[in-house]
């Protein structure tokens, strides 16, 4: 855990809301500036800047942060669809420096985002 970033604190329990999902490996939880109707943002426990700082001891736990993201979407009833994002640095419009996915869905995307 990183003293300083807001998704440690949040995985740890110090701050925000119930989570939607958590396990010893990944806490989920609803995004605070949704973009669609169901936005939930899941991160690894362990903190990652960006998938650019993952290296090969962490594949098996991006492999299990993906299973569960298609997880919740069952969950959340998104079987027709929902879209994921993980946007790496400055450019690709990382703002959180913890590695995190976004879940969309409950609408249909549109191509190309942006």
């Known amino acids: 855990m990183s003293s300083d970033c807001i998704f440690c604190k949040i995985a740890a329990g110090k701050i925000g809301g119930p989570p939607v999902y958590q396990d010893e490996a990944i806490t ?11 936005h939930i943002l899941l991160i690894p426990n362990k903190h990652i800047s960006s998938m650019n700082e993952a290296t090969a001891e962490d ?14 979407a069952r969950n959340e ?4 669809g929902y879209r994921l994002v993980a946007n790496t ?9 913890h590695i995190h996915l ?3 869905g409950g609408r249909r995307m549109a191509w190309p985002p942006g």
């Open 77 to 80: 009833g998104l079987g027709s």
């Open 59 to 72: 594949e098996a736990l991006l492999g299990q942060l993906m299973r569960t993201a298609a997880q919740i």
């Open 102 to 104: 976004h879940l969309l």
């Open 89 to 97: 640095g400055p450019d690709g419009g990382q703002s959180v420096f």
């Open 28 to 38: 989920a939880f609803k995004d605070i500036n949704p973009q669609a109707p169901v």
